[in-house]
T-cell receptor
Framework: EAGVTQSPTHLIKTRGQQATLRCSPI?????VYWYQQALGLGLQFLLW???????NRGNFPPRFSGRQFPNYSSELNVNALELEDSALYLC???????????????FGPGTRLTVT | KNEVEQSPQNLTAQEGEFITINCSYS?????LHWLQQHPGGGIVSLFM???GKKKHGRLIATINIQEKHSSLHITASHPRDSAVYIC????????????????FGKGTKLSVKP
């Protein structure tokens, strides 16, 4: 069974540009999570999508946005890039959260975004 | 104060030693996760707990819901155990229910010397 995949592996952009990162979840998983790990910092929650809808959002500005497609793959868009957006962006997937039950999350290899 | 606190931040051990990493949290939770991150960045889920104790090979994870505390133990440590170990929780509240996204501790960097 294929794991969570992310593309591209590396992305280099300049300040002010837009970046698009993609994630394909494990087959059967409907929830997709985006996390940011800046150098020297811990993991921070960005966005959670489930069954095509945004379910929760972390403490990030609106220029961080995304969507989930009917096949449950997801896209993270970062507009007006700033130097401090340089980080490893990790996607994870899980089964649909139902009835207050939490599920194990499976992480992709990440996209390393460098903003110059 | 962070909602999830880990200790120690850094840990160096000799091969064969018994290792304990601690995690405390200050919010209601529906589950607690222990994750492992190797230098390349990839993250692997080791355990998900909502009560009691789980064991997988040389790894043991425990949780005390009343004390809001969890521990990860590694028995007979090996250099290949060198990694960052991260504690994370699913937040739960009566108002918002269970959140699917994780809240993370800052991680414990473990180095096991041969």
């Amino acid at each position: 069974e294929a794991g969570v995949t992310q593309s591209p592996t590396h992305l280099i952009k300049t300040r002010g540009q837009q970046a698009t990162l993609r994630c394909s979840p494990i087959s059967g998983h409907t929830s997709v999570y985006w996390y940011q790990q800046a150098l020297g910092l811990g993991l921070q929650f960005l966005l959670w999508y489930d069954e095509g809808e945004e379910r929760n959002r972390g403490n990030f500005p609106p220029r961080f946005s995304g969507r989930q497609f009917p096949n449950y793959s997801s896209e993270l868009n970062v507009n007006a890039l700033e130097l401090e957006d340089s980080a490893l962006y990790l996607c994870a997937s899980s089964l649909h959260l139902f009835g207050g039950k939490a599920y194990e999350q499976y992480f992709g290899p990440g996209t390393r975004l460098t903003v110059t | 104060k962070n909602e999830v606190e880990q200790s120690p931040q850094n840990l160096t051990a000799q091969e064969g030693e018994f290792i304990t990493i601690n995690c405390s949290y200050s919010v209601g939770i529906s589950a607690l996760h222990w994750l492992q991150q190797h230098p390349g960045g990839g993250i692997v889920s080791l355990f998900m707990l909502s009560s009691g104790k789980k064991k997988h090979g040389r790894l043991i994870a425990t949780i005390n819901i009343q004390e809001k505390h969890s521990s990860l133990h590694i028995t007979a440590s090996h250099p290949r155990d060198s990694a960052v170990y991260i504690c994370a929780v699913n937040h739960y509240s009566l108002y918002g229910g269970s959140q699917g996204n994780l809240i993370f501790g800052k991680g414990t960097k473990l180095s096991v010397k041969p």
